[in-house]
């Protein structure tokens, strides 16, 4: 597995990459070397904008414990893909130690809310449906446990560490999952059940509740409430209501915070980062409630990952900052930095946000890659992006209009992701052509079928897909340039670009060239390597020596991957 080239040199860069830079288990346990600086900001976007992301359900990723499928005797009579199916923390841990997430060159695993659900179910128009996916909270402090327990969690987390992998958590602080009648709602001054969202402009978008049956928590208001009775009696039956009344206080007392309903999910949200040391989070909903949230949250989650590093700092990957990308649905790069409501505009970069999930990636991967990797480029240099991040994606757990449906060209997918500028976000199946039209499920459900394994044990199309994105990931993961650096088109047919990055004296720089064809073949450089330079492919695995401006060598793919030999 091949490391990042080493730019400890580059501003900002240095720390940010030393821990990414090693692959997979090492001799002393996986423990990074440790920080000798503080990352800036822009090392910060140049680091995120090379990363790749995997993003999964845990319910429908790898069962690995049988025996926690029903901890909380939820009935399987949900409607098509809509009750849980038994992945679990324990199972993506194991992919962890395979070397999994590695071989795709993972930089972050995003894992959706692991947080306990309601243990009910509610049909919102697409068929009997129960929390599985994570979004339906009844208790931040708790891990769901037909996901498994807070030793599985921080297992998982301390796994991915070992590999140089981040991971994100999914935060949910704009409501809490549905009523059912085995949940209670939670009190009128935590929660508000109307009026619906309309998005017609700000207060229609924030002041609202996003789903009809979810409960819209109170966050714009600073009123002191009392903890849910439902809520203390359950942490009394598990034990901990001492403990978690004492964590409370000492909270309020540190902060000078009212005891407003924000504040206690804020609370709850950090405890996992300075409990388990998650990387970052990826903020739900996050329009649709106050900017200002988004900016305490970051406040607090800053300062609980730190606590954590100084706690554990043989685990600490560097000192890369804590990282925050908001769900902002709708964004997309070409509006800059200004999210337009109708009404105002709101910069979310301002309150928080190192990044923004880009909504638009799947729509302009459909077009010409000479325009996608140019455009983007340009607002990540010198653009309205310059020094934040966007995370680009091709499907999700709930746009029903994702890129290629119906995976008939999974390679191509794999190249316009992996190749884009900025960074990518693998959806779990992704890699291996998970179907995402299941025959009798509804809605978002077709988007959440079980990770097709047995697809990939059978070989085949599977496999060589898998191994397509394999090769692309190792190749992101190894150069930075990819997502971070300056895109510059050398030759339109047969498409040809460079990417370079240099900063502080140091220098990464690939070629990319496209439909090559099948055995010996002579490609130019432009330059962007000097004669005598010895040159590898990593797509195949050939190498080269520049002469003349060009480089000669033979692969079986029409794809190569250019940069240094070292």
């Known amino acids: 597995m091949a490391p990042r080239v080493p730019l400890l040199g580059l501003i900002g860069l240095g720390t ?37 992301v995997y993003f999964l359900l845990t319910d429908r990723f790898q069962d690995a414990d049988s025996t926690n499928d029903h901890a909380l005797g939820r009935a399987q009579d949900g409607a098509v893909l809509r009750s849980f199916q038994g992945g679990d923390l324990l199972g993506v841990r194991r992919k962890i130690d395979e070397g999994y997430f590695d071989s795709l ?14 243990h009910g179910s509610v049909n919102e128009g697409t068929g009997k449906t129960y929390g599985y996916h994570g979004y339906w ?31 994100l958590m999914d935060a949910v602080i704009n409501h809490t999952g549905p009523v059912t009648p085995q949940d209670p709602p939670w009190p009128g001054d935590w929660v508000r059940s109307g009026p619906n969202c309309t998005y017609r402009d700000y207060a229609t978008t924030v002041d609202c509740n996003l789903v009809a049956t979810l409960p819209d928590v109170r966050t714009d208001r600073n009123d002191p409430v ?44 950090t405890d996992w980062v300075r409990e388990f040391g998650f990387d970052g989070y990826r903020v739900d909903t996050a329009k649709h409630f106050g900017e200002g949230v988004s900016t305490e949250l970051k406040r607090e989650a800053q300062r609980a ?29 070409s509006q800059g930095r200004a999210f337009n409501f109708g009404d105002r505009t709101v910069d979310f970069f301002a309150h928080g946000y190192d990044g923004l999930i880009n909504f638009a990636f799947k729509s302009d991967a459909a077009g ?60 779990y199946g992704d890699e291996l052509s998970r179907p995402l039209t299941i025959p009798g499920a509804e809605g978002d459900a077709n988007l959440r079928s079980f990770m097709n394994w047995t697809d990939l044990e059978r070989g085949g199309a599977t496999a060589q897909t898998l191994e397509h994105w394999r090769k692309l990931g190792r190749f ?12 510059r088109t050398l030759q339109a047919k047969p498409f040809i670009f460079s990417r370079t990055l240099e900063t502080g004296g140091r220098v990464d720089r690939v070629l990319v060239a496209m439909d090559q064809g099948e055995g010996n073949k002579t490609i130019p450089v432009f330059g962007v390597f000097p004669d ?35």
């Not at 598990?238 to 000078?256: I, M, N, V």
């Not at 700092?313 to 902002?328: I, K, N, R």
């Not at 000479?370 to 999700?396: C, I, M």
């Open 16 to 52: 940010v990459l030393a821990g990414a830079c090693q692959r997979g288990p090492r001799a002393d346990g996986g423990r990074p070397p440790a920080a000798v600086a503080t990352a800036t900001a822009p090392g910060l976007a140049m680091f995120w904008n090379s990363a790749t």
């Open 476 to 487: 992101r993961r190894a150069h930075p340039a990819v997502g971070a650096g300056v895109h």
């Open 532 to 566: 005598g330079t010895e040159l590898v492919d990593a797509y195949s695995g050939a190498g080269g020596r520049v002469m003349g401006g060009k480089v000669t060598l033979t692969s079986t793919s029409g794809l190569v991957l250019l940069s240094e030999k070292r």
């Open 226 to 269: 009392e903890l849910p009775a439902a809520l203390l009696d359950k942490w009394a039956r598990e034990g901990r209501r001492d403990q978690e009344l004492t964590g409370l206080d000492a909270f309020f007392r540190r902060t000078g915070y009212p005891r407003a309903p924000r504040y206690y999910v804020i609370k709850w949200l």
């Open 105 to 118: 060159g993972v930089d972050a695993i995003w894992l959706t809310p692991f947080v306990e659900q309601v």
């Open 137 to 167: 909270t009844r208790d931040w402090t708790a891990v769901d446990p037909e996901l498994g327990t807070k030793d599985d969690l921080r297992a998982l987390v301390d796994a991915a560490h070992r590999h140089g992998i981040r991971v």
């Open 305 to 333: 990952f730190a606590d954590w590093k100084r706690a554990h700092p043989a685990q600490a990957l560097d000192s890369l900052p804590f990282y925050m990308v908001g769900e902002v649905f709708g964004w997309e790069p």
């Open 368 to 427: 010409s890659l000479d325009s996608l990797f140019s455009r983007y480029s340009a607002t990540l240099h010198g653009g309205a992006l310059q020094g934040v991040t966007l995370l680009n994606y091709l499907s999700s757990h709930d746009d029903g209009g994702p890129y290629d449906r119906e995976r008939k060209d999974p390679l191509g997918a794999g190249t316009r992701l992996l190749l884009a500028p900025g960074a990518a976000q693998i959806y």
